[in-house]
């Protein structure tokens, strides 16, 4: 990737450009006007003043801007109306453009963008629907599709889901249409029994199937789409199909449904080339080789590592034709302000040690570079990871704590005396074990563990009690839970603070996780502390996802100035 931002130097205003080296990035660098190259910093840098030209010249190139607000990128709202298009749906809009009255709907519309986003659906056979965490996503699919329904223009289709969230669809489906649903889980024996039900008797809207069962469930999804036709399929939290070579991956192509809406807030968690499959299933593309050959930049290695984007253009157009992205501080104005809080912390002696020992461990790995020893480099990262959240997760005999749970102790406690609640989360589920034990007087509620796809009933009762309790009980005071289990489909709005003792690789996932907290119905300011030892890894995690946080803003969102230089360059 290409990196800008702008700097004051030598009483003139430039913007300085790093990138890693690539023929194609200095062939058009070199056009830009006044461009110079510093070989002490390695460093290009552009008067400001030529920035129109700079981003004419490398706006086929992926250019993350650093230090720059982003708007939300995709569907130009402006062309979506705000009065429903579905024939017996109206709204009255308060001067604030919040719903005021309603009818036809359920369930009344918080206000436009729900409104538009329903249109959205209602109107076209594909849509991505990327709206952040907490702003209605399901609310505007159910009420869509039960309007297209009572229109003629759809019957029944499925919604995948993770395993953990059948039930809250279900429930959701129920609240806000008067459409029927059926869940399809259990064993093989019991989806026969579910699938000749289906057939028997159709009247339902919604079949609501985990992504791995329907993975497994191939043969008999194809018998019921012949049987009865499926119209549509929505994908809910879609970053689950981004991988093209993945079971799931390949068998989100398998049935050729009309109607496909995919729902997510994090669309590109890692680099553009996962937009391929999203693509893919709205028809755009077809060859993932020669997707990844088109947009990526090669080089490194035998030129065979990808260390750029290019043709970013043609993937902006396909997601200004098809993304509705709209941000929470854009549309939630109820919600309070949210403020991030990184915590520095010095480790312990103890827990100093350990992690020099196995830092050297790493360093000599990275020499090797034999694949094997590659992969123990992964490994022992994940160890360097979990050393710097408390020695007891590689060695509990030592009964060192470490510095997070020492200042983790005395974050809790002072936020439960000022009556607050809050909410721990970390990778490692036997880091919630170690807390779930060490806080046993704040009485916590906790989710360490995925749903598995054939969970019976009990599994998924016991997830919501955990969520009710901690929403409902005031003597509950903290929530524990592991970041794979907890970033969907958990409403935590009794929480104010959020807390990370460590971060995934993805600043989408990071995002999902504290709008546990950070989402509709939430009162209060919102606190997020990030827990971080300095010098260690943690802070390299940090800088990661802050520079894939620019690259997913850049592609998928535009910056006030940006949209200004290119509408002046038309």
Known sequence: MIYAEKVQALEQEWIKIDFTYHPAYVEAIKKVAGARYNPKSKFWSVPYANRKEFTEIMKNFLVLWRGEKQEAGGIDENTIPTLPLAKGYTVRYDSEMRVEEATGFKSKPLAEYQVRGFNS???????????DCGTGKTFQTVTAIAAKREAGMLKRG???????????WQAEIAQFSDCGSKIFAGSPAKRLKILSELISDPDWTFLICSYETFRMSLVEMKKLHKSLTLDFLVCDEAQVIKNPGSAIGKAVHKLKIKNIYLLTATPLPNTPLEAFNYLKLGGFVSNWWAFRKRYGLFGGFEDKEIIGYQHVQE?????????LRRLKEDKLHELPEILFRTVPLTMTSEQKKMYKNLEKEVELALINKDLKENMAVLERLLRLQQISDSPLLLAPESGFVGAKILALDDLLATITE???K???FSRFRSMINILLQRYT???????HGEISTNAPDEEVSA???MIKRFQQDDECKVFLGTLGACREGINLTSSSHVIFLDCEWSPAYTEQAYSRA???????????????????????VQRVLEEKRLMTSRLLDRSPIEEAILKLSK
Do not use: W
Request: proline share 1%.
């Open 422 to 424: 809050a909410i721990v």
């Open 315 to 323: 993937l902006l157009a396909y997601f200004k034709k098809h993304m």
């Open 121 to 131: 659906i209602y109107s076209r056979n594909f849509l991505l629907l990327c709206d």
């Open 441 to 447: 007087h704040y009485q916590p509620a906790v989710i």
């Open 518 to 540: 950070y989402r509709i119905g939430q009162k209060n300011a919102v606190t997020v502390h990030f827990l971080v030892c300095i010098n260690t890894i943690d802070q390299i």
């Open 463 to 465: 997830r919501q009690k």
């Open 158 to 168: 499925i919604i995948l889901c993770k395993a953990s969230l059948l039930y809250n």
């Open 418 to 420: 000022s009556g607050e």
